[in-house]
Nanobody, 116 residues
Framework: VQLVESGGGLVQAGGSLRLSCAAS????????MGWYRQAPGKQRELVAA????????NYADSVKGRFTISRDNAKNTMYLQMNSLKPEDTAVYYC??????????WGQGTQVTVSS
């Protein structure tokens, strides 16, 4: 499975961005997908996750009500709509896919910078 993120950039506080993660390869084997982020000097953390059918989602408390995760299986693409962005959302955002029991695949990451 190969993952490629896009959509990061610089935005002012209160603004919005939409991240995309395009999956290729053995996409039929993906069970779970998610977005993680890592800020400088901090550990990578889960932002949001979504099940293969898209019916189940999970969010970090810090982004609930502001971020929405979705996926379009026909396009093999996952999205993260980020609204009401805050400076503390600044981080490198990574796309993650899980196949089988616990085989993890990662994208290269995309930078999101929120200015105050």
């Amino acid at each position: 499975v190969q993952l490629v993120e896009s959509g990061g950039g610089l935005v002012q506080a209160g603004g919005s961005l939409r991240l995309s993660c395009a999956a290729s390869g053995s996409t039929f084997s993906i069970n779970l997908m998610g977005w993680y982020r890592q800020a400088p000097g901090k550990q990578r953390e889960l932002v949001a996750a979504i099940t293969s059918g898209g019916g189940g989602t999970n969010y970090a408390d810090s982004v609930k009500g502001r971020f929405t995760i979705s996926r379009d299986n026909a396009k093999n693409t996952m999205y993260l709509q980020m609204n009401s962005l805050k400076p503390e959302d600044t981080a490198v955002y990574y796309c993650n896919a899980v196949t089988g029991v616990s085989n993890n695949y990662w994208g290269q990451g995309t930078q999101v910078t929120v200015s105050s």
